[in-house]
C-alpha cells in the first residue's frame, strides 16, 4: 500500500515558480514510477510529467516542457515538481500518483496510487 500527500500549492502571479512535493509512505515507493496530473474546473485530469524509479526516464506533457522539471528523492520517499514561467492556464488541482507498471506512462488509468491534491492558482 502507497500513501501520497502532496504539498507547495498556492496562489502566484503569471511567470512565477512554484514547487510542489509529494510524499510517500509504503515499503517500495522507490521502485514506482511516479506521476504529476492536474485537474483544471471542468476539465478532465490530464497527465502532467512523469518519472521513473530511478529518474533515467522522465515524460512531459507538451503544455509544461521546458517550464516545469519533475524529480525524485527516493532516500526521502519523495517526488517534487518545479513550475517555472507559469501561465494562468495552469491553474489546477495537482495530483500525485504512483504507478505499479514497470514502465513510464502518461494514461490516468494507468496509475494505481493518488494523493488528494494540491490547488495551484495562477493570476493574471
Known amino acids: 500500500q502507497v500513501q501520497l500527500v502532496e504539498s507547495g500549492g498556492g496562489l502566484v502571479q503569471a511567470g512565477g515558480s512554484l514547487r510542489l512535493s509529494c510524499a510517500a509512505s509504503?515499503?517500495?515507493?522507490?521502485?514506482?514510477?511516479m506521476g504529476w496530473f492536474r485537474q483544471a474546473p471542468g476539465k478532465e485530469r490530464e497527465f502532467v510529467a512523469a518519472?521513473?524509479?530511478?529518474?533515467?526516464?522522465?515524460k512531459y506533457a507538451d503544455s509544461v516542457k521546458g517550464r516545469f522539471t519533475i524529480s525524485r528523492d527516493n532516500a526521502e520517499n519523495t517526488v517534487f515538481l518545479q513550475m517555472n514561467s507559469l501561465k494562468p492556464e495552469d491553474t489546477a488541482v495537482y495530483y500525485c500518483a504512483a504507478s505499479m507498471q514497470a514502465y513510464v506512462r502518461e494514461e490516468r488509468l494507468q496509475y494505481d496510487y493518488w494523493g488528494k491534491g494540491t490547488l495551484v492558482t495562477v493570476s493574471s
Open positions: 518519472i521513473s524509479w530511478s529518474g533515467d526516464t522522465i
Open positions: 509504503g515499503r517500495f515507493f522507490s521502485s514506482y514510477p
